[in-house]
């Protein structure tokens, strides 16, 4: 697949996700599983490596409750306790697209890191209006909450791409 199509199959995956959860979800998942069949095995540990790593920082982001979900009533009360299973396998997507598209585009850990910082907040802020499945008290205080774990992760995962690359230029990140 080209990378337009992996990004474009992406953001298919997102909107549905939030839009239409309960619906998207099988798509989604076949979406996924067919990627990942694509991929070499060092880029498969990663997606499931970068997907890990996100559930554990929105976890304990949803343990900390700097956000919530929406109780649709049929998984009370475990549902207020663990991430539904839309956001798990929006996870699973967005280290996806990490992998085979934005890592290439952010070879400088301080790049990704400042989009990062902005893209990620403003991504849960967008699919908290569209979707209105994610609840948050104060605006201001969950993106500056989410701004530095967004910055973290992306620079993480981006720094940590010779793991899976098989590109010789990604092994000599620069660091400035």
């Given at each position: 697949?080209?990378?337009?199509l992996q990004f474009t199959g ?135 909450t989410l701004a530095p774990c967004w910055a973290l ?24």
């Amino acid at each position: 697949m080209t990378k337009l199509l992996q990004f474009t199959g992406f953001k298919l995956c997102w909107f549905g996700l939030i839009l239409i959860p309960n619906l998207a979800i099988w798509p989604a998942l076949l979406y996924l599983l067919c990627s990942l069949w694509q991929l070499g095995a060092k880029a498969r540990l990663a997606v499931v490596g970068i997907s890990i790593a996100g559930i554990s920082m929105d976890t304990l982001l949803l343990k900390n409750a700097v956000f919530s979900f929406v109780d649709t009533g049929y998984l009370s009360p475990w549902f207020t306790l663990c991430l539904p299973l839309w956001l798990l396998l929006l996870w699973g997507c967005f280290a996806l697209v990490l992998v085979q598209v934005l890592a290439g585009w952010l070879r400088h850990w301080w790049l990704a890191a400042l989009v990062g910082a902005v893209t990620g907040p403003l991504a849960y802020w967008g699919g908290a209006a569209l979707g209105g499945q994610l609840v948050f008290a104060d605006t201001t205080t969950f993106l500056l909450t989410l701004a530095p774990c967004w910055a973290l992760l992306l620079a993480l995962a981006v720094y940590c791409r010779f793991l899976w690359s098989d590109d010789d230029a990604s092994k000599t990140l620069s660091v400035h």
